[in-house]
């Protein structure tokens, strides 16, 4: 059994940064792919960002490129979400989760990930 656990949300300005951490625990994640996704009340989850095994291939929404940043230290079984620029529409719920496969693939569709995280809430204030 894998267990994610978001941390890092906040209330920030328009315009600020947070840096979202993804700790996981059960087992180690350094052959899975992990991803980023957040949702607003009322909406599917959308796919944000998303990194391979090691970390050395990324991908990445339209909506935050060139504005955050997925990174990865197996060693520490995390998973980080840089967010800079940040806008207020980007304010919602963020979720980690775990690919369900493992290897280089990046993946971007939700039924490709099988382990999430209960989410931390991001709020930009304008």
């Known amino acids: 059994q894998v267990q994610l656990v978001e941390s890092g949300g906040g209330l920030v300005q328009a315009g600020g940064s947070l840096r979202l951490s993804c700790v996981a625990s059960g087992r180690a994640l350094n052959v899975y792919s992990m991803g980023w996704f957040r949702q607003a009340p009322g909406k599917e989850r959308e796919f944000v960002a998303c990194?391979?095994?090691?970390?050395?291939?990324?991908s990445y929404a339209d909506f935050v490129k060139d504005r955050f940043t997925i990174s990865r230290d197996n060693a520490k079984n995390t998973v980080y979400l840089q967010m800079n620029s940040l806008k207020p529409e980007d304010t919602t719920i963020y979720y980690c989760?775990?690919?369900?496969?493992?290897?280089?693939?990046?993946?971007?569709?939700?039924?490709?990930?099988?382990?999430w995280g209960q989410g931390t809430q991001v709020t930009v204030a304008s």
């Open positions: 990194t391979n095994w090691n970390g050395g291939s990324t």
């Open positions: 989760a775990k690919s369900r496969d493992y290897g280089s693939t990046l993946y971007q569709a939700i039924e490709d990930y099988d382990y």
